[in-house]
């Protein structure tokens, strides 16, 4: 057993002392991976929180994996970071994967999760709104440019028979969108978890749908094509790590929430554990590559070239790349 030294990273403590020949000849870590370091970006809302206890489970570093944190509060702009290749890995959805690929030849690696159920069009409790469609003319808090505000704007609002100019869209990032919600500026908001069980505990807002209905939101884990092309055998350990911690949100689904659960505290979110307990609730984590994905993507592809997002379609078999996972499951 290696026992690393106080104040020294693993990576550290591997190259001081040789370990990583040790490790080889010895059937222990692969060199390769440990000295791969990730910079992990992640969303601070409930679909990054898998990620989070990821980073925190102390599962990659037995892969020899080592992570930097890029928290943001929505994965179009840990997109946006990793279009900008300031971000090696990230989360989000698939009209924000697809603008990312179209952008930035971004790839997906593997689905982590779906987050429909965490995802939701509220409007303010004391408006006496029950319907989408009585959003017309309304002022709307959505995350613009987000996999939610796209499928708010081209999906449901249309079946509500709403367009764009029928309503006002107040871009606000969506942790902050229960204030404005407090303060009357908004009429309603298009959020995410914890952020939607908050406003609903505190009595300021009522759900019109949930994005279930319309997409279950399966999540993606995409990486940089420069990461992807030098670090083949670290992604498939990483993804060997994301199986393991799976396995944990069955298990030992306490364990896991007490982990998060800290972290909002530490955030100075003020939430009790019943209401944590119905948001995080919400995330299916299901580490995999479910079959129907091309077909799923190219919808929403057609949505955003209608929408002139995008110019084309993308060539699936260069954009998803399912071949680490199918070896990390092997």
């Given at each position: 057993m290696k026992i690393l030294h106080a104040g020294m990273s693993r990576r550290e403590m591997l190259a001081a002392t040789g370990a990583t020949v040790l490790g080889a000849s010895f059937g222990g870590l692969n060199p390769a991976l440990a000295a791969t370091t990730i910079r992990q970006g992640y969303q601070t809302n409930m679909w990054g929180m898998p990620t989070y206890y990821l980073m925190k489970s102390g599962v990659l570093e037995k892969h020899g994996?080592?992570?930097?944190?890029?928290?943001?509060?929505?994965?179009?702009?840990?997109?946006?970071?990793?279009?900008?290749?300031?971000?090696?890995?990230?989360?989000?959805?698939?009209?924000?994967?697809?603008?990312?690929?179209?952008?930035?030849?971004?790839?997906?690696?593997?689905?982590?999760?779906n987050v429909g159920k965490t995802a939701r069009v509220m409007a303010r409790k004391d408006l006496g709104i029950t319907e989408v469609k009585q959003l017309k003319g309304k002022k709307i808090a959505n995350q613009t440019g987000s996999s939610t505000g796209n499928i708010f704007v081209n999906q449901i609002m249309p079946k509500a028979g709403l367009e764009k100019g029928d309503y006002q869209e107040i871009r606000t990032n969506v942790n902050d969108m229960v204030a404005a919600m407090a303060a009357k500026t908004v009429d309603a908001m298009v959020c995410v978890e914890p952020y939607n069980s908050i406003a609903e505990a505190d009595g300021l807002a009522v759900t019109l749908v949930d994005f279930y209905s319309f997409d279950k939101l399966p999540v993606f884990m995409a990486a940089t094509p420069e990461f992807v092309d030098k670090n083949g055998d670290a992604i498939v350990g990483y993804l060997k790590a994301w199986l393991e911690v799976a396995k944990d949100f069955k298990e030992k689904p306490d364990h896991v929430?007490?982990?998060?659960?800290?972290?909002?505290?530490?955030?100075?979110?003020?939430?009790?554990?019943?209401?944590?307990?119905?948001?995080?609730?919400?995330?299916e984590v299901a580490p995999g590559w479910p079959e129907g994905l091309e077909d799923y993507m190219t919808m929403h592809a057609k949505v955003l070239i209608e929408a002139k997002r995008i110019k084309a379609v993308p060539d699936w078999s260069k954009a998803l790349r399912p071949e680490f996972m199918k070896k990390a499951m092997a």
């Open positions: 994996i080592d992570v930097k944190e890029f928290p943001v509060p929505s994965g179009n702009l840990t997109m946006q970071q990793m279009v900008a290749r300031q971000v090696d890995l990230g989360t989000y959805a698939g009209p924000s994967f697809i603008i990312g690929h179209s952008k930035g030849g971004l790839l997906a690696i593997s689905v982590i999760e929430a007490d982990v998060v659960y800290k972290f909002y505290g530490t955030k100075g979110y003020k939430m009790s554990r019943d209401t944590f307990n119905e948001a995080f609730g919400r995330v």
